[in-house]
């Protein structure tokens, strides 16, 4: 296990629920990320909170909400969500290559498999 | 920005052949360069990384090489097992002043016995 853990593993929500997707980590680290992860595309970097201070936002949706109440936990919530919004939800965390100067290595959860209906 | 381009998308090989896949880069500047497994269900794991400041990293059967003049790296499996099977992602990112890795497109590696 890397130290990062998400519940629910696996969520289907109608495109009117909301609902919270959840991280922790287990490592010590100081910023967290939530990933896209869409069949045959790269990894979409989401949101990025570094000392719980979102510090990219990487224009998605407003219909994403994260919230980061401390270095060690990582929400997602969602509302009014589309069918295209189905993919693999990954949280990670790392030490902040910014604010340390190091490598930041980022350390990756199982991932929330979000389906849209 | 950053963009990552990685080569095959798929690749099968018999076991205990070697398989090979490669990534380019675009922004010079970038200098931090790890790749990750992901098996099925699971997240991405870090399986070597390599930094600009070398040219070849190796780990038991796992190896990277970095040319930094052509911004290409790849990453090398030696002896492969049945249990290498999975999706391995490239990224890059210029350590100290950008958070944000990106990521290759990934190559399903498949192991035949």
């Known amino acids: ?117 | 920005g950053e963009n990552v381009e990685q080569h095959p998308s798929t690749l099968s090989v018999q076991e205990g052949d070697s398989a090979v896949i490669k990534c380019t880069y675009s922004d010079s500047a970038s200098n931090y360069f790890p790749w990750y497994k992901q098996e099925l269900g699971k997240g991405p794991q870090l399986i070597i990384d390599i930094r600009s400041n070398v040219g070849e990293k190796k780990d038991q059967r796992i190896a990277v090489t970095l040319n930094k003049t052509a911004k290409h790296f790849s990453l090398h499996i030696t002896e492969t097992q049945p249990e290498d099977s999975a999706v391995y992602f490239c990224a890059a990112s210029i350590a100290g002043s950008a958070r944000q890795l990106t990521f290759g497109s990934g190559t399903q590696l498949t192991v035949l016995p």
């Open chain 1, 1 to 117: 296990e890397t130290g990062v853990t998400q519940t629910p593993r696996h969520l289907v929500m109608g495109m009117t629920n909301k609902k919270s997707l959840k991280c922790e980590q287990h490592l010590g680290h100081n910023a967290m990320y939530w990933y896209k992860q869409s069949a045959k595309k790269p990894l979409e970097l989401m949101f990025v909170y570094s000392l719980e201070e979102r510090v990219e936002n990487n224009s998605v949706p407003s219909r994403f909400s994260p919230e980061c109440p401390n270095s060690s936990h990582l929400f997602l919530h969602l509302h009014t969500l589309q069918p295209e919004d189905s993919a693999l939800y990954l949280c990670a965390s790392s030490q902040d290559p910014v604010l340390a100067g190091g490598w930041g290595t980022q350390y990756f959860g199982p991932g929330t498999r979000l389906t849209v209906l």
